[in-house]
Every structure is written in C-alpha cells, then in structure tokens.
C-alpha cells in the first residue's frame, strides 16, 4: 500500500473511532436489510433544524417510488427518543421541508414511495439535497439572502421566512443524496438511466457548518468507491466504513482574496473524498461553466468570486468528488424490481463553521 494511501485510511480510522457515534440506535432502523438506511446524527450543542429539497425533476425516466413532487413522501423517525414517523414541516414548496434533529440525537429518514407496478415500497430517495440551518446551496449573502429559511421557533410566526433573514458570509454546506434506486420504471427494466447509488457533501455554495459522513457497508457488499487520485492509489473500493468530511471557504469579493480548504486535505496531500469544492457545479472543473455562485450584480456589493481551486487537487475532471455504488443484485425473490443496496449512510452535523483568521494568506 502507498503511505499515502495508507495515511488517508487511517485518518479514516482515527475519525471513525474519535468522534463518530456508535451506531447504536433508541429503536432499530426502519427498513428491509436490503435497502441502505440514512441516519443524521447531531453531535452540536443545540438542536438544529435541517433543510430538505428534493431536486429530481421526475419527467419520463423517474424511477419506481423516487420522491419527486413533495416531501410528503418522506418520514422522520427519532432514533434516540424511539418516536416516529413523523412528517416533515413543508416550507413554501411542496419540494421543501424540514425536520428537527435535537442535540445528541438520531434521526433517520426514510422515503414511503410505492412501485407502481407491484405496489411495494422501494425505499429510494432521489437526488435529495439536506442543509443545516439553511437550504444547502444558498451562496454568500453579505447582508442579504435570495433563499429563505423558516423561523422553526413555536408562535405566530412559526415556518415564516426568518425575518431579518439569515445572514451566510461563506454560503452553506449542503449533503447530496441518492439512495435505493430500483433501477425500474412501472416496474420495468429503466433502459438508459442510472441505476447506482451516489452520495457527497457539497460546498459549491460555500461552507457553514462540518458535516461529517460515514459509510457503513454491509458485510457482503456492494462497497462504495471514490477516486482519491493517483497520489492515493486511484479508485478506493471501501470494504469498511469510511469516513469524510468538509472544510471552510473564505469567500471575498473579487480583488480581496478569499480561499477554499476543499481542494486539497493539508493531512494527506490528496484531494478530499466526497467533497465538492466551491464553485464546482460539475466535479472538478475549472473554471466552471455554470457556477452556483458569483458573478452576481446584486447591490449594494456587487460581484464576488465563484471559484478558487476547482480542479487543482490532481483529480481529473468530473471524478473523486463523491462515492458511488452499483447494486449488488439486480432484484429479489418476492419483490422484483427493486435493486439490493443495504448498510447505513451516517451524517453527522458538528455545527458550525468559520474560516480561520489569516485563512488566505
């Protein structure tokens, strides 16, 4: 194995043992082995409400049971006090919602969407973004946001948008997730789409809080993998869990510096698993056609940047900014059609962030 390499994985041990949670819950976990479960953890010292947007358009290729119209389909189920379902609180859009995670506890969410062909639950969650005490690509606001949040605060004014808004001086963290997709579409082989799963933490917004994830697979398989680059050994096959998490961005405007530590983990030397870097709409690239921020002429700031260091991490383009999986079978006896997954995606919310004094020096 390369020191690198080996650097990298015990890094991941120390995380794991460290500052992770065990995974012991309040109540099992809801779901059949073989769906791949999605618990939040939140390890801060207050509670903190999470924004859920589902960003699937659906249209032709939508797969069996995938979310797409209203988080209605979705379920929050308290781990820790043991309590659930619960349904998330919808704000503005029938798109988007959110739950409370208390300080400490173990929230899981779980999707109720149906096959249409065999009417049995398929457990997916499709291209479903979660943010922490704001929606998860809301960009630097200096002084003024165009995304709302809700006031989570019991009383007249209870999902309002938060009035003054919340002010996001380097954007926000988002957590990326597709889980359990069938691979079918009324209960049909779906001829040309993706049929893997694929998770990430995000900073192309910017970065206002850590998030931690940990992939726990099953004993058997299927295993996630990411590029880590040549430094690392290339493409990683996780038998294991794995860890990975984010870091700041110093966002300025133009003429003023500003920084990203999304690039390039200063521990190991090699680009950070799972992690899209500010500015990057596609993994990677630089500069990137359509960045998520930047370029804005809104006043009274004007223009800020919209990318630092999109592809100086030695990754090629579009690679190593996420994990990905294939199904370890292609379907189940007595329920044909949905693809088998399994083990646990673990988010952990450590609160919030800041970049360092003296950061872009």
């Not at 639950?121 to 005490?133: A, D, L, N, R």
């Not at 009035?163 to 009324?186: A, F, H, K, M």
């Not at 698993?273 to 990057?280: D, E, I, L, R």
């Not at 999109?310 to 900014?321: F, I």
Request: glycine share 14%.
């Amino acid at each position: 194995m390369k020191p690198l390499q080996l650097l990298l994985l015990l890094g991941t041990f120390v995380l794991t043992c460290v500052i992770l949670p065990p995974m012991a819950f309040g109540q099992a976990v809801v779901g059949p082995s073989w769906a791949t479960k999605l618990v939040f953890y939140n390890a801060s010292n207050t509670d903190v409400a999470c924004m859920t947007v589902i960003q699937s358009a659906g249209g032709i290729n939508q797969q069996d049971g995938c979310p797409t119209n209203s988080v209605n389909a979705l379920q929050a189920y308290d781990l820790t006090a043991g309590t659930g379902p619960t349904p998330l609180v919808q704000f503005e859009k029938p798109q988007e919602g959110w739950f409370t995670i208390k300080r400490g506890h173990q929230v899981q969410i779980v999707s109720t969407g149906l096959s249409p062909a065999t009417h049995a639950p398929t457990y997916c969650i499709s291209g479903v973004m979660f943010g922490f005490g704001q929606v998860g690509d809301s960009c630097a606001d200096y002084g003024s946001t165009t995304t709302d949040f809700p006031n989570t605060t019991p009383g007249p004014k209870f999902n309002q948008p938060a009035n003054p808004p919340i002010r996001l001086p380097n954007g926000s963290t988002g957590c990326e997730v597709t889980l359990n997709l069938p691979g079918t579409n009324n209960g049909k082989p779906a001829a040309g789409v993706t049929t893997n799963e694929s998770i990430d933490i995000t900073c192309l917004a910017g970065a206002n809080c850590t998030i931690i994830g940990q992939l726990i697979p099953p004993s058997g398989g299927p295993y996630w993998s990411t590029n880590v680059g040549v430094g690392g050994g290339g493409v990683l096959y996780f038998k294991s869990p794995v860890t990975f998490q984010n870091s700041w961005v110093n966002v300025q405007l133009p003429g003023s510096g500003g920084c990203d530590d999304n690039c390039v983990d200063p521990k190991t030397g090699l680009a950070r698993m799972g992690v899209f870097p500010y500015g990057c709409s596609q993994c990677n690239e630089f500069p990137d056609i359509k960045p998520q921020c930047g370029t804005r002429s809104t006043a009274p700031h004007g223009n800020y940047a919209s990318q630092y260091c999109g592809a100086k991490n030695g990754l090629p383009w579009n690679n190593g900014c996420g994990f990905n999986r294939s199904p370890l079978t292609a379907g189940l006896a007595g329920n044909p059609g949905v693809q088998k997954f399994g083990g646990t995606f673990l988010v952990t919310y450590m609160g919030p962030l800041s970049p360092p004094a003296g950061s872009c020096k």
